[in-house]
């Protein structure tokens, strides 16, 4: 039990952490910290666009999907709920937070040069990142019959988020809350799913 409202503190400080930082990206503008590290990122090799393009996949509605499908599959039910409901929460909370914040993505200007991607929605926080760490922590709290294989998508989770800025379409910040929101909602979600009752022979004494 103690256990359990540890986790659910963290996620729910996590969250916390997330709201505080998108009530402070309204109307502001990103810090010149996050346009140096975002510019940094975004300059370099063109070379590393194949590699990075299909590891975005798992913060992409698809790749979840895929996911939480082969979790379901290979775990059974309570673990393809983790993941799916993770996944789903993130996928909502980004989206109403986008439109809420309406923070724009980076220019040209911002960059030093044309981004990689031109997108026309809004940048704070990261769906890509929310997306990507609530699956990937998810499945890492979940698949313990894995062993060590089970946080295997944790730094595909980080790397989908430089990808994000390496095509210029975020910000570090938006990567970062996006990071933090997907983190906070997979420590919330896995301690609320039930779990399930451990089956085993009929007790004698009814």
């Not at 409901?85 to 911002?110: L, M």
């Not at 990689?116 to 809004?122: G, I, N, S």
């Not at 922590?137 to 989908?160: D, M, N, Q, Y």
């Amino acid at each position: 039990m103690a256990r359990s409202a540890t986790i659910i503190g963290i996620g729910l400080a996590l969250l916390a952490m997330f709201v505080v930082a998108g009530a402070f990206a309204i109307d502001a503008d990103p810090a010149a910290w996050e346009i140096e590290t975002t510019r940094w990122v975004h300059r370099r090799d063109d070379a590393w666009a194949v590699l990075l393009w299909p590891i975005m996949a798992l913060g992409s509605t698809p790749g979840g999907i895929a996911v939480t499908g082969l979790v379901w599959w290979q775990l059974g039910r309570r673990p393809g709920l983790v993941v799916g409901i993770s996944f789903a929460a993130a996928y909502v909370t980004a989206s109403v937070a986008k439109r809420v914040v309406e923070r724009a993505r980076p220019d040209a200007i911002d960059l030093g040069e044309m981004p990689r991607q031109v997108l026309d929605t809004f940048a704070f926080p990261s769906g890509h990142s929310a997306q990507s760490f609530a699956i990937a922590v998810a499945v890492a709290l979940v698949a313990t019959r894995w062993g060590p294989w089970r946080f295997a998508l944790v730094p595909l989770a980080a790397i989908t988020s430089l990808a994000r800025m390496y095509f210029g379409v975020h910000f570090l910040g938006d990567v970062l809350a996006g990071a933090v929101l997907g983190t906070g909602i997979a420590l919330v979600v896995d301690q609320l799913v039930p779990r399930d009752t451990a089956s085993g022979p009929p007790d004698p004494s009814g």
